[in-house]
Structures are given as structure tokens and as C-alpha cells.
């Protein structure tokens, strides 16, 4: 079996399509996944199932969550060794004055076109910086999500392709996860 990460974008914020987290194991379970494991509120999940391409396995996961809790939710999918792939290919990372509490990524359903990554960089002001590396925008925000320009600007709308973020620490947790698991 592989093991696979499910990112549900936009659940449980402000009050907006909430799901608890047990019901969504409980869901994801009844889908036919294996050792079904959420982290945090947000819609982080880790699971195994036979080898799929992750492109059906999340309109699979989206199917279920409409029928299920009557949401209309995106959800991006990795293998475990994509996410690895995402964690070792940060070109941020290594660099002495990066703070890892100000590292982000955006996972993309598919890689952007050149048009919409000379849109990414015309949005991206200092301090902030991006790189879009295949399905992957890797983000340094210095001054925080909240203080930044390029932020306040749907990345999904800019870059015309499905969109989730989620920070450095809960990219390595999922990661770690995944491991846990084999």
C-alpha cells in the first residue's frame, strides 16, 4: 500500500465548512483508505491505499466530502515521497537568515503557466519571496502572512490552478507522519 497526504483547502476557517475531524476519518474510512490520521483542524490528512495517481484520489476524496457533508471542497494530494521531494527542494531552507516559523508552501493542482508565474512575481515585493518550483510555490514571508502584500491577493486566482497553503512546521509534520506509517 502507499501512503499518500490529502490537503482539504479551505475547511474549518472562520466558521466556514466545518467538518470535525472524526467524521472526516470516519468518511475517508468508509472511501476504502487505510490508517486514516488527521492533523489539526484544517484539513490535513495521511492515510495508505493502493497506488493511484494523486489527481484521482483527490477528486475521489472530493466526490466523498460533497456527498457526505454537502461541502465543495478542493483537495490536493501527495505521495509520501513527493512531500519529502517538497521538503528536501526548498530553496529557502537552507539559507542562515531564513526564520523555518516564516517558511510557507502552496501546493498547486498543477504547475502554473509562464503567464501566471510573471503575474507571481510582479506580486511579490520585498521582503517577501517566491519560488514555484514544478507543483510547489515556495514562500519566505519575513514579516508574517498578515503583513504581506503578496498574500492579501488569491494565489489561486493569480496563478489560474487550485491553491493550498500551509507553513513549514505542519509540512514537516505531515511528512513525518507519512513515515510513521510505514
Not at 490508517?35 to 495517481?53: A, D, H, L
Not at 494530494?77 to 526564520?99: C, H, L, W, Y
Not at 503578496?150 to 486566482?157: A, F, T, V
Amino acid at each position: 500500500m502507499a501512503i499518500y497526504i490529502s490537503m482539504l483547502r479551505g475547511i474549518n476557517v472562520g466558521g466556514h465548512k466545518s467538518i470535525k475531524m472524526d467524521q472526516l476519518r470516519a468518511s475517508l474510512e468508509a472511501l476504502g483508505l487505510d490508517q486514516v490520521k488527521t492533523y489539526i483542524q484544517s484539513g490535513n490528512v495521511v492515510f495508505k491505499t493502493g497506488k493511484s495517481s494523486t489527481l484521482a484520489l483527490s477528486k475521489r476524496i472530493e466526490e466523498r466530502i460533497l456527498t457526505d457533508f454537502g461541502h465543495s471542497v478542493s483537495v490536493i494530494s501527495r505521495t509520501v515521497d513527493e512531500m519529502g521531494n517538497t521538503i528536501t527542494g526548498n530553496p529557502f531552507a537552507k539559507q542562515r537568515e531564513i526564520d523555518p516559523e516564516r517558511l510557507h508552501v502552496t501546493f498547486l493542482s498543477e504547475a502554473p503557466a509562464p503567464a501566471a508565474l510573471k503575474r507571481l512575481a510582479d506580486l511579490t515585493t520585498a521582503p517577501d519571496q517566491s519560488r514555484c518550483l514544478g507543483k510547489e510555490i515556495y514562500l519566505y514571508l519575513p514579516n508574517g502572512v498578515s503583513e504581506s502584500r503578496l498574500m492579501k491577493n488569491p494565489l489561486d486566482r493569480v496563478l489560474a490552478v487550485v491553491t493550498t497553503t500551509r507553513n513549514w512546521k505542519t509540512v514537516n509534520t505531515l511528512h513525518q507522519m507519512c513515515l510513521d506509517c510505514r
